[in-house]
């Protein structure tokens, strides 16, 4: 970026070259002074950045208490242009239609200082204002802004481009622009002279993310990217906001069909400190509950895919367990993968090494057998990494008691309390043995005790 330089030194640098030309009447025709380089670099700065970019100076309490009397009495008012100019450049005064009244009155031209302050005041505080008193004062705004006839950039941007700076729609102008060119917000703010730190702005980024959202069947996957890495991650844009498209972005078809689509989403919400796992985590999913229900069936099928292609190997798998789970899927409540001390070391140096995100997971007090555990609601399945361990399955009334600490963080399981022979001998529970079937005998046995016993319907 361009050094800048203050209007003090751009004025010694201007009064050093007026010397130069003075000096130059008895120089040759083709003579050309030397350009002041501090006088050099304040040019080009001015085409680099916004010249404004501090903090707006306050109007002090005398000036405002002497308009608050005003407001309070209606009496007459008569204000300096100093005191005028700081009452342009205060929120309190400065988005007040009365205040706006009181310009128009004086027919009052704001030079560019009080004119940036009531275009910052206004944009500070767009979403606080009622929609009448935003109007009143985007009308006057507009007439000042087309009215200014000078130079200070900020303000001829704004004036080349008043649509997407005044008005209900210009942050859904920009929004859309942002989000069709996916350009870095804080860059894209700076061609516009925008505070980032405003409600204009946050509305703007609002704007940008349900422009994709609401176009999300058909925007390609770097959109969607996009979305989730730069615009839910902008702290500019309202929580309240990104909760709300996030779940618009779950219940959509083409997040719950496209694999690619889901992983992105996943990965966001998993990886975000509002959010994260909602079997674990569930205050941030409080108000999106059909979203949440959705999600936690997304985490199941990667629980599933988890399991059955990193926890276990191939030859432990004969009877197909992971394509038969994955058609019961929806009608599966929750899963729990629990890891082996041997598993978990291997899996997340795995993970690690592929820049992936690693799964929530619990933890099995066993050296190297790990477990999955698939509740369906009217019974809960307990399968293992190693052969020749059999499926467990556990009907309600015991698995409550059992399985009470689902997804507790601290908890650690022992192979003991997930293979219960003596239910099983009670005929409490049922044990499915996997060596005893073929591939097919296998299916049909299990697919027979959950309709039969557990009133779950067979998958079409």
């Not at 204002?129 to 985007?138: A, D, M, Q, S, W």
């Not at 649509?163 to 942002?178: H, N």
């Not at 796992?277 to 949440?292: F, K, L, S, T």
């Amino acid at each position: 970026m361009s050094e800048t330089i203050s209007l003090a030194d751009a004025f010694a640098a201007l009064q050093q070259l007026n010397k130069q030309v003075k000096r130059s009447a008895h120089q040759p025709l083709n003579w050309v002074p030397s350009f002041p380089s501090k006088l050099s670099r304040l040019v080009k700065s001015w085409g680099d950045i916004p010249p404004f970019k501090g903090l707006l100076v306050p109007a002090d309490e005398v000036i405002l208490q002497k308009w608050q009397r005003y407001r309070e009495s209606n009496d007459t008012l008569e204000l300096s242009f100093y005191e005028i100019g700081r009452l342009c450049q205060h929120p309190t005064s400065a988005t007040d239609p009365l205040f706006y009244h009181y310009l128009v009155r004086k027919r009052y031209s704001p030079p560019p200082y009080a004119l940036l302050g009531l275009v910052y005041t206004y944009h500070a505080r767009w979403c606080s204002l009622t929609v009448g008193n935003r109007r009143f004062i985007e009308e006057a705004l507009e007439a000042f802004l087309q009215a200014y006839r000078g130079f200070f950039k900020a303000l001829c941007v704004w004036q080349k481009c008043l649509d997407y700076i005044i008005g209900s729609e210009a942050p859904v102008r920009l929004g859309r622009e942002l989000a069709d060119k996916r350009s870095i917000p804080e860059s894209f703010a700076a061609t516009y002279a925008l505070h980032t730190n405003t409600e204009f702005w946050a509305e703007a980024l609002a704007q940008a993310a349900e422009h994709i959202v609401h176009r999300i069947e058909r925007v390609p996957v770097s959109q969607l990217e996009y979305l989730t890495q730069t615009l839910f991650a902008d702290p500019g844009i309202p929580k309240s906001r990104v909760k709300e498209l996030l779940a618009k972005a779950i219940l959509s078809q083409r997040c719950d069909k496209d694999e690619l689509a889901r992983t992105i989403i996943i990965n966001f919400a998993l990886g975000a400190t509002d959010f994260g796992d909602p079997r674990v985590h569930q205050a941030g999913w409080i108000g999106i509950e059909a979203a949440r229900e959705r999600f936690i069936s997304w985490l199941s099928r990667e629980d599933i895919k988890f399991f059955f292609d990193l926890v276990i190997d191939r030859s432990s798998d004969r009877q197909g367990r992971k394509p038969y789970w994955l058609m019961w899927l929806p009608q599966l409540k929750r899963t729990r993968v629990l890891l082996s001390r041997h598993d978990q070391d291997r899996i997340r140096l795995r993970l690690q090494r592929r820049n992936e995100q690693i799964p929530s997971y619990g933890l099995l007090d066993a050296p190297d057998t790990s477990a999955f555990l698939l509740d369906f609601g009217s019974v809960v399945i307990v399968e293992f990494s190693k052969s020749p361990n059999a499926s467990y399955l556990y009907p309600r009334a015991i698995a409550r008691d059992l399985f009470r600490d689902f997804y507790q963080q601290n908890r650690r399981w022992t192979v003991q309390e997930l293979k219960r022979r003596d239910l099983v001998e009670r005929e409490a529970a049922r044990r499915l043995e996997h060596r005893r079937y073929r591939h097919n005998q296998w299916q049909d046995e299990m697919t027979g005790l959950l309709t039969r016993h557990y009133r779950l319907h067979r998958p079409e």
